[in-house]
């Protein structure tokens, strides 16, 4: 069976095919899927397998012996691991390493056990048991014991430290950051330690004596003592260790500065220097000033020094140069320069006036000179010019500075911004504003349009009334008024006429007095310049009504005939209203009075409609003119619609509860409706007919039937009729019913007993009567039952109705039923009793008290009885079995036993 005739393939858990079917350590702990199939039959089957790591790390443990002069930490002396590996980390005391397992990354751990050594031992110090943990990602654990042999050392072979005293190593700079001891003293992390500090065979101890020098400077004689414990020899090694202060203070030096004069004087105020900053140094110090001008004289007369504090004052303009030197107490300077230049910043201060006015000549035009604005301006260092600008123009002109500035006409009115620019020797500037009102002297003149009268129907806007001339600008642009209406018919004036030096601004207001289109319309033109001078004129226009409305200008209404029943039904809206001619000019209205006539001339409805028509334009209260009528309009309505009978027409049912079975009383209430007529104008009438064999008993007009009537069914007919004679009728059938229940009377008590042969006891419901009787039907008519069921009449009791098979009361209801079927009830209590033993009795037990005494009161104790009976439910005979000197008897009757 060669492997070559089967193949295999394996599957990842992301059903991946693994190459090869080669397992790596990215499978361990995977679940994989496993086909192997065999070739020559294709035959497979499948499985799963997992991969797991079942080997540990594998040391290369080995023990060594070193000197107590040397480190035995694994760092120094060597891991046991194999070359190849590498340390990737070490946290909480755990080493972590790679390219050691085959399959994850390994955790090394180890514990020291330390045996000290005495001096009985001579070759070594101390012996470390070192035990190795190292445990892979599958928790696969191998474990090493490693031991390291410490050997002592001797005297000879410490190696003090040398001396830093600028011989065999440099001394130190106070201003040099190394570890100090806590009294400031270098410490030995950098001037050293001997050597052999850890062998328990030698001790150590270093003792530092200081002798200051200048400054924060100092020397130290460090000691070294050194002793052999098993041999008690001891050695001495003196170490110098310098400190001095070699260099000069530290410092950053300020920048370059440039000063300003001030505001009054061509030099500068007070003015404080910086100082140099982050000055560092292990000594005293001292800070010196030096100033220089720009030809190399001292000018220290400027300078001057007051609270910890260098100041510069009145130092001219022009350009210096300021050296700081720092000298500390061991002669040690150091020093900087920088350089001070003094320049005029104090820009001049212009003085202007804050307003000013101006006025155009005949020409609209004004020149502003610079000059004029000043008022006092100055500056430290001498003026050399002064200009003006404007900050806005209309006038054309450009918006530089200059020595005018120019004014037109369209500035009048106004405040215009100017500004005035002074210039020092030095070039520098500064600007104060002035406001310059442009004036205008000069008054407008103005003439208005034409007067004109123009027809009441003429359609004009009263927003827009250029159509009846305008004010004109100039000569040439005045045009002609022309005007088409029932009054003109062609040019009626000209166009109004305002001039003024610069311009003018024309505005209007109006003055609309015209009721009833007839009026004035009063145009006040003004005309305004620049300077706020004004001129006034007033157009008058006049509105006028050549034809007046009168009569003949009314197109009356027809007369009407429709359909309807109110008023309402023919409102002006159906009937018409009066029509008119010529009301262009006129305020027309009309109104109306009617007169109504109901039912009259063949309609429900005839109206005398008086119309009157009224031109509040001509109107007068007083003598009525300028009201016309009355016209009449006649209106006829009719209505064809009957009436509707809401209630009191359906067939009725009615209980009759008389005593002696008489009439009884029926109150039926009709209601209806109608669409013209009102409910209460509607006309009722009814006729009745007693026992519907169609003849007419009792009629009446009203919609309220109200009588006595008796037993059986009858008619009752209605009719309903409306103001235009309109008419409904209906028919209703009544039926008198008798609705009362008879009165049961039955006997309470009865007592049967059972037929010794039929076992049962029969019992007729109308024999339990005791003279019931009803309201309408005869005593021999009544039916009685023992249900509502009227041949339920006859009843059989049995054995089954006692429970005990001797005796029991029975509970019956006896029915009563009139010929209308009515019916109520009352109720019997049967006492049934097996006389004649044929029912199965049921046991019984019973208990028989009573007391035994002789007739003198004696009661004997402990005496039997005996009992017995003649026939059941007759006397029980009981006697005592007494001694023959007592005699006794006792009789029970009516005995219960249960």
Known sequence: MPYDNYSVEMYDKNNKIIPGALLTKEHIKQNITFKVGHVCTNHYCWGTLQVSDYYPPIFTCKNDTISC??????????????????????????????????????????????????????????????????KDVSQNLSLCVQTIRIEKAELGDIVFPPSFDDTQKPSFDCLDSFPTFPNGHPSTDTTGAPTGGSCLNLGILMTDIRFETCGNGYKLARSWFAIEWCTQESYTYNQIIIVKDKKGPAFICPEDIT???????????????????????????????????????????????????????????GDYTLTYILLDECSNTTQCEINITVVDVAPPIPVCDKTTVISVDLQGKARLFATSLDDGSWDNCGIQKYEIKRKEDECGNTLQWGLFADFC??????????????????GLVNTCHVEVFVDDKIKPQITCPSHITISCDYGYNPDNLNEFGKVALSPADRK?????????????????????????????SRIVDVLCHKGTIRRTFTAT??????????????LRNPDLFSYDDIIWPDHYHGEGCKITDVDTSVSGTPKYLNTSCASVASYYEDQPFYLADSACLKIFRNWYVIDWCQFDQNTLEGRWGPYTQIIKVNNHTAPTILTGCRDTIICNYEENCGPTLASLLATGDDDCTEVSALSWSY??????????????????????????????????????????????????????????????????????????????????DLGGFDNCTDQDQLVFSFSQDTSDNVIYLGCEDLPNGREADVMLDVYITDLAGNQDYCSVSVHLTDNSDVCADSGVTGNIEGKIATTTGFTPENIQVEFWEKNHGEKIKLAPILPENLISRVSVTNMNLC
């Open 480 to 508: 002609p008024i022309i005007l088409f209406d029932r009054i003109n018919a062609g040019i009626v004036g000209q166009d109004g006429l305002a001039t003024d030096n610069c311009s003018v601004t024309i505005t209007h």
């Open 529 to 542: 310049d620049g300077g706020n001078f004004k001129d006034s004129c007033t157009q008058v226009i006049t």
């Open 687 to 768: 006729r009745y007919d007693q026992n519907a064999d169609s003849i007419t008993d009792i009629s009446a007009n009203s919609s309220l039937f109200e009588r006595k009537i008796p037993i059986g069914i009858h008619h009752l007919t209605r009719t309903l009729s409306d103001q235009c004679g309109n008419i409904t009728t209906c028919t209703s059938r009544l039926e008198v019913r008798d609705c009362k229940k008879p009165s049961p009377y039955c006997i309470s008590q009865v007592s049967m007993t059972l037929d010794e042969n039929s076992f049962i006891a029969e019992l007729w419901a109308k024999d339990m």
């Open 409 to 426: 006409c369209k500035d009048v009115g106004k405040f215009r911004h100017v500004s005035l620019q002074v210039t020092d020797i030095h």
């Open 259 to 317: 000063l300003g004069t001030g505001y009054y004087a061509c030099a500068t105020g007070q003015v404080l220097l910086p100082l140099p900053d982050s000055i560092t140094d292990c000594s005293e110090y001292q800070l010196l000033l030096q100033l220089k001008n720009e030809d190399g004289d001292n000018v220290n007369q400027f300078l001057f020094f007051t609270n910890q504090k260098y100041y510069v004052n009145n130092l001219p303009l």
């Open 69 to 134: 002069m040397e480190s035995p930490h694994p760092t120094d002396i060597g891991f046991p691991i194999p070359p190849t590996a590498v340390i990737d980390s070490f946290v909480n005391q755990k080493y972590y390493i790679s390219n050691w397992d085959a399959c994850s990354q390994v955790q090394l751990s180890y514990t020291d056990e330390i045996e000290k050594l005495n001096c009985s031992t001579p070759v070594y110090d101390r012996i470390i048991t070192r035990r190795w943990n190292a």
